[in-house]
């Protein structure tokens, strides 16, 4: 068993500054075998590369800050306390266009599959 508490995410500081931060949160570690999860802070200004996931199925948890994440060329705001399901096979990339940091949990399906860059 493992408990995220969101407020210690959200102020938690960033060690890399102005840079993209992925911490695994969820591993075999935790006994997680068709599991994986992830803590991001994406930089004011940047994005993730635009790829997809042929098993992979993610859910987003925004936990501070907003973003554009863009699904198969469809634009979707996502913002703090809301969450968004990425079905498999979707092409996907996050991009943060403000000048404030945008915080998130990832948790997906398949931790062992590398994404297919486009």
Known sequence: MEIFRTEEYIKMENPTPGL???????????????????????????????????????????????ATEIIEGEEIPI??????????????????RTDKEFRYFEFFTYPEEVPTLL
């Open 79 to 96: 913002k703090a306390n809301e969450v968004l399901y990425i079905p498999a096979l979707e092409k996907h990339t996050v991009e943060n």
């Open 20 to 66: 993209h931060l992925k911490q695994y949160i969820i591993t075999d570690q935790q006994k997680a075998k068709d599991m994986g999860g992830i803590f991001v802070v994406l930089a004011p200004g940047s994005q993730r590369p635009y790829h997809y996931h042929d098993k992979r199925e993610s859910i987003i948890i925004a936990l501070s800050g907003e």
